[in-house]
């Protein structure tokens, strides 16, 4: 009876502590209208968290690291072309953008993915970009220096281990034994409900722009 009264006790702060997280983070907001170019989900939670409306097409889906520089190196080109069904037997519905394949994991065909694609390319804010990629979908050490490279201030690359030589690359800790990094937007074992995501200050990223390994 204790260990159980003890259990729904602790829940019960976990979940008050949690919303007060999340809304004193909102709290610090000050960039406003900025757009997210992200490789995967993380991005779209961070304005989910922050109450903000999707000014981005990188939404429900992912891509391949390599193919996600490439399209970031020429944003403006790739956001240009026609997004085409690829019919070949995946787990999910994938566009094609030129050259770039788009896995839309969390839509259920390819109208519906290509239908938000559209809609979200258009509230693209150009003056403000924000790129986050992350060490995995065959993200060599190649791909790393190649999103080092990409002519962007405001960007960062999680990764599964420190690599001092980069600066735009944040280690998130907890996946030093994997062969890439994990899903961030999992929780992490502890008494309060901290996600991998949340080891990264992203609305300080977001506020005063260029990452910084000593944020």
């Not at 409306?53 to 072309?81: A, C, H, I, Q």
Request: aromatic share 16%; net charge positive.
């Amino acid at each position: 009876m204790a260990e159980r009264l003890f259990s729904s006790v602790l829940r019960i702060f976990r979940e008050y502590e949690w919303r007060s997280y999340k809304k004193k983070r909102r709290s610090r907001l000050r960039n406003m209208d900025f757009t997210i170019i992200g490789s995967n989900c993380s991005g779209a939670f961070m304005y989910y968290d922050l109450g903000m409306k999707y000014l981005t097409p990188t939404v429900n889906l992912s891509m391949e690291m390599d193919d996600f520089v490439k399209m970031v190196k020429n944003l403006k080109e790739y956001m240009n072309r026609e997004l085409k069904e690829l019919r070949e037997d995946y787990p999910c519905p994938v566009g094609l953008l030129g050259d770039v394949k788009i896995y839309f994991i969390h839509y259920k065909d390819f109208e519906e993915g290509k239908c938000k694609w559209e809609e979200r390319k258009q509230r693209i804010n150009w003056d403000n970009i924000f790129i986050i990629g992350s060490e995995k979908d065959g993200c060599s050490y190649e791909t790393l220096q190649a999103f080092e490279q990409l002519p962007y201030e405001n960007k960062v690359i999680f990764t599964r281990k420190a690599y001092p030589e980069f600066s735009s690359a944040c280690y998130i800790k907890g996946f030093e034994e994997k062969e890439e990094l994990g899903v961030l937007i999992n929780f992490k074992q502890g008494i309060l409900r901290r996600r991998y995501l949340d080891d990264f200050d992203y609305v300080k990223f977001l506020n005063d722009g260029k990452y910084c390994k000593n944020q």
